[in-house]
Nanobody
Framework: QVQLVESGGGLVQPGGSLRLSCVAS????????MRWYRQTPGKQREWVAS???????ISADSVKGRFTISRDSAKNTAYLQMNSLKLEDTGVYYC?????WGQGTQVTVSS
């Protein structure tokens, strides 16, 4: 069993930045294969970004150039750096590895 715990969400103005963190309790595999998803109001949960064991990253077109996924293996932590936030980025953000999900962290972009 792997526990994933997200943090770092909050209220931010459009154009602002936030950094989300996801701590994996036990799995070395998970921290090397992490994904971020989000659930925005009225929409299904959508994939945001992924990082693979080689450190290669990919991200959804909607966040490309603004969001960056990274990890610190020594801390068993993955990050999602979110810059130039838009109103439509509002939602609950989840980290995921295999069948394991965190509880989510709320991001609200509002003026």
């Amino acid at each position: 069993q792997v526990q994933l715990v997200e943090s770092g969400g909050g209220l931010v103005q459009p154009g602002g930045s936030l950094r989300l963190s996801c701590v994996a309790s036990t799995s070395f595999f998970c921290i090397r294969n992490m994904r971020w998803y989000r659930q925005t109001p009225g929409k299904q949960r959508e994939w945001v970004a992924s990082i693979d064991p080689n450190g290669s990253t990919i991200s959804a077109d909607s966040v490309k150039g603004r969001f960056t996924i990274s990890r610190d293996s020594a801390k068993n932590t993955a990050y999602l750096q979110m810059n130039s936030l838009k109103l439509e980025d509002t939602g609950v953000y989840y980290c995921n590895c295999l069948e394991f999900w965190g509880q989510g962290t709320q991001v609200t972009v509002s003026s």
